[in-house]
């Protein structure tokens, strides 16, 4: 079955850097786009970033383009978010996706602490 594990994830200090990984079992991930998300208690799940089959195409929102990097190695079955100059707005829970279905990891816990 499909399956999308979220790691990376935990505590830092504002500044600080972090890299999520998502490892995906039971589909072609070489095949598929895929996204990261991020949401925060009381908030509607917002995307983050998206990347295309075979890295055509990449794609971070606006609000951290300039901090937030997405990337892929199909043979790890792997899309990665990384993520520099934390602020404690970044604060969330973080989910990747394989996009236009319903399969989503568990997501991850980021905290950013001032």
């Known amino acids: 079955q499909v399956q999308l594990v979220e ?3 935990g505590s830092v200090q504002s500044g600080g850097s972090l890299r999520l990984s998502c490892t995906a079992s039971g589909f072609k991930f070489a095949n598929y786009e895929m996204r990261w998300y991020r949401q925060v208690p009381g ?3 917002e995307v983050i970033a998206t990347i295309s089959v075979g890295d055509h195409f990449r794609n971070v929102e606006e609000t951290v383009m300039d901090r937030f990097g997405i990337s892929r190695d199909d043979n790890k079955n792997t899309v990665y978010l990384q993520m520099n100059r934390l602020k404690p707005e970044d604060t969330a829970r973080y989910y990747c996706r394989r996009s236009e279905s319903d399969f989503w990891g ?3 816990q980021v905290t950013v602490v001032s």
Do not use: F, P, T, V
Request: aromatic share 0%; glycine share 34%.
């Open 7 to 9: 790691s990376g994830g």
């Open 43 to 45: 908030k509607e799940r």
């Open 106 to 108: 568990q997501g991850i």
